[in-house]
C-alpha cells in the first residue's frame, strides 16, 4: 500500500483557519507579504517587467485581479503569470522564494473572488507553508542535481491555495496536485536570465489552473505524488531525506514561527556576507578601488554562475561584479545595480583583480602600497524589524508610487485581515 503523503498536504491546505497561526506568525506574514509585493513594484520598469506587463494585458477585458506597478488589472491566471514573474526578478523577495509563488497565486485568486483580507491572507500562509515544508525537504539535494526548487514545488503550492480558496473537497483537491505535478519544472541553469523569475510565475498561474480543472471535473493520477513513478520519486535521491523527515516536516510547526528571511541587498543570498565584509573593510581603513592591487573572495560560483554579467538579469548572480560594485560604489542597492554601473570601467577593471577562493571565510585585500587586510565574513544579514522591512517596501515603490499612496498601501498591508475585500487593497 502507497503511503498518502499527499493526504497530510492536502489535509493541511484545506483545514488550516487563521486561528491556527499565532500573532507573530501571522505578523511574519504580513510583513513578507509587503515585502514580497515591494520586490514586485522595484521590477516594474525594468525589461522583463515591461515583458510581463504586456503578456498579462493579452486579457486585460476580463478585470479580474490587479498587476504589480500598474493600475490596469486583467484575466486571474494572467495576473498570477505577471506578478510571480516580477516578485522573483530582481532577486529581493524573501530567501527562500516560496513568497514569489504563494503571493501572486493566493492574491489573484482572491481578488477574482472578492474575498475578504482575512481569507487571502489565510490562503497566503497555506501556500507559504506547503512550499517551504517541500523546499526543506527536497532543495538541498535538488540543488545540487540542477534542479531550481520553485519550478518544482511551486505549481504545486499554488495549487493547493487555490484549492483552499475555492473550497473543493479533499478528492478534487488531490486531482489539482496531480494536475499540478505536470506543470513542474526548474532549472538552476537558469540563474541570471529572466527565465528564472519565470519559473515563479509560471508556478503561480498553473497550480491555479490545475486547481480550477480540477474543479470542473479534470482528472489525473490520483497516487502521482506518492507513487514509485510518481512526483516525490522522480525528485528524491539517495541523499535526499526520507519519506518520514518529509512527514514530520508537516506535521511540525509552521514555518512562520521562525524568524523571516527578508533580504537587506537584491542580490544571490550567498555572497551577501562577502559584500557586507568588503563594504565594512573598505569604510574602516579608508582603502579606495583604485588602491588594490588584488583581493581574494569566495564568490560561491556555484549558485552566481554569471561571472560576467551583460544585463541587470545577470547581475546579482555575478559574484566578481557585485564585489567589484561593493568596492567602488560602497553600497549594492537597487540604485547602484543599474546600466551604468554595468558599463562602469573602474568596475570592470577591479573585476580582473579578483580571485575567486573557494570554501575561504574571510576577504583579503591586498593594496598597492603593499598593506593588506582581511575581514571575516559574517552570517547572512536579515530585516527582522516592522520598520526596518517598512523602509525597504517604501525605497521599492518610490520610484512608481507617491509617497501618500505607499503610506496608505503599508497601513492597509499591516491590517490586511480587517479588510472586508481584498480589493480594498488598491483603494486610495
Given at each position: 500500500m502507497l503511503p498518502d503523503d499527499a493526504g497530510h498536504l492536502i489535509d493541511f491546505a484545506l483545514r488550516f483557519e487563521l486561528d491556527q497561526a499565532n500573532d507573530g506568525a501571522r505578523e511574519r506574514a504580513r510583513l513578507i507579504v509587503l515585502d514580497t509585493y515591494g520586490a514586485m513594484l522595484a521590477a516594474a520598469s525594468?525589461?522583463?517587467?515591461?515583458?510581463?506587463?504586456?503578456?498579462?494585458?493579452?486579457?486585460?477585458?476580463?478585470?479580474?485581479?490587479?498587476?504589480?506597478?500598474?493600475?490596469?488589472?486583467?484575466?486571474?491566471?494572467?495576473?498570477?503569470?505577471?506578478?510571480?514573474?516580477?516578485?522573483?526578478?530582481?532577486?529581493?523577495?524573501?530567501?527562500?522564494?516560496?513568497?514569489?509563488?504563494?503571493?501572486?497565486?493566493?492574491?489573484?485568486?482572491?481578488?477574482?473572488?472578492?474575498?475578504?483580507?482575512?481569507?487571502?491572507?489565510?490562503?497566503?500562509?497555506?501556500?507559504?507553508?506547503?512550499?517551504?515544508?517541500?523546499?526543506?525537504?527536497?532543495?538541498?539535494?535538488?540543488?545540487?542535481?540542477?534542479?531550481?526548487?520553485?519550478?518544482?514545488?511551486?505549481?504545486?503550492?499554488?495549487?493547493?491555495?487555490?484549492?483552499?480558496?475555492?473550497?473543493?473537497?479533499?478528492?478534487?483537491?488531490?486531482?489539482?496536485?496531480?494536475?499540478?505535478?505536470?506543470?513542474?519544472?526548474?532549472?538552476?541553469?537558469?540563474?541570471?536570465?529572466?527565465?528564472?523569475a519565470l519559473h515563479s510565475g509560471h508556478a503561480a498561474r498553473a497550480g491555479l489552473e490545475a486547481a480550477l480543472l480540477a474543479r470542473d471535473g479534470f482528472t489525473a493520477d490520483a497516487d502521482v505524488f506518492d507513487a514509485n513513478d510518481g512526483w516525490l520519486a522522480a525528485l528524491t535521491t539517495p541523499q535526499a531525506p526520507k519519506r518520514e523527515a518529509l512527514r514530520d516536516l508537516l506535521a511540525g510547526p509552521l514555518v512562520l514561527d521562525q524568524p523571516t528571511k527578508i533580504k537587506t541587498m537584491p542580490v544571490c543570498t550567498p555572497i551577501a556576507p562577502a559584500i557586507d565584509a568588503m563594504i565594512t573593510c573598505a569604510a574602516r581603513h579608508g582603502i579606495a578601488a583604485s588602491d588594490i592591487a588584488h583581493l581574494a573572495v569566495d564568490l560561491k560560483s556555484g549558485s552566481l554562475i554569471r561571472d560576467r554579467p551583460i544585463d541587470l538579469d545577470a547581475a546579482p548572480f555575478s559574484g566578481r561584479f557585485l564585489i567589484a560594485l561593493a568596492a567602488v560604489r560602497g553600497a549594492v542597492s537597487l540604485d547602484t545595480l543599474n546600466h551604468d554601473t554595468l558599463v562602469d570601467q573602474e568596475i570592470i577593471h577591479l573585476m580582473d583583480r579578483i580571485d575567486d577562493a573557494p570554501g575561504a571565510t574571510s576577504i583579503k585585500i591586498a593594496l598597492k602600497d603593499g598593506r593588506s587586510f582581511e575581514a571575516p565574513l559574517g552570517p547572512v544579514r536579515r530585516l527582522k524589524a516592522r520598520d526596518e522591512i517598512v523602509a525597504k517596501f517604501r525605497a521599492c515603490a518610490a520610484p512608481r508610487w507617491t509617497e501618500a499612496r505607499i503610506a496608505t498601501f503599508v497601513d492597509k498591508a499591516l491590517a490586511i485581515e480587517t479588510l472586508a475585500d481584498i480589493n480594498q487593497l488598491w483603494s486610495r
Open positions: 525594468h525589461p522583463i517587467g515591461v515583458i510581463a506587463h504586456r503578456q498579462a494585458l493579452r486579457t486585460q477585458a476580463l478585470n479580474e485581479a490587479s498587476l504589480a506597478g500598474h493600475d490596469q488589472r486583467t484575466g486571474m491566471l494572467e495576473a498570477a503569470f505577471a506578478n510571480g514573474i516580477l516578485a522573483n526578478a530582481v532577486d529581493f523577495d524573501e530567501g527562500s522564494h516560496v513568497a514569489t509563488v504563494a503571493l501572486p497565486a493566493a492574491l489573484a485568486m482572491a481578488e477574482k473572488m472578492s474575498l475578504s483580507g482575512k481569507d487571502f491572507l489565510t490562503a497566503f500562509i497555506v501556500a507559504f507553508e506547503i512550499a517551504s515544508r517541500l523546499r526543506e525537504a527536497l532543495a538541498p539535494a535538488l540543488g545540487q542535481r540542477g534542479v531550481w526548487h520553485i519550478g518544482h514545488i511551486g505549481p504545486l503550492a499554488a495549487a493547493l491555495c487555490g484549492a483552499h480558496l475555492l473550497g473543493l473537497d479533499a478528492q478534487t483537491a488531490r486531482m489539482a496536485l496531480g494536475i499540478a505535478t505536470a506543470a513542474s519544472a526548474g532549472y538552476r541553469r537558469h540563474l541570471g536570465t529572466m527565465t528564472k
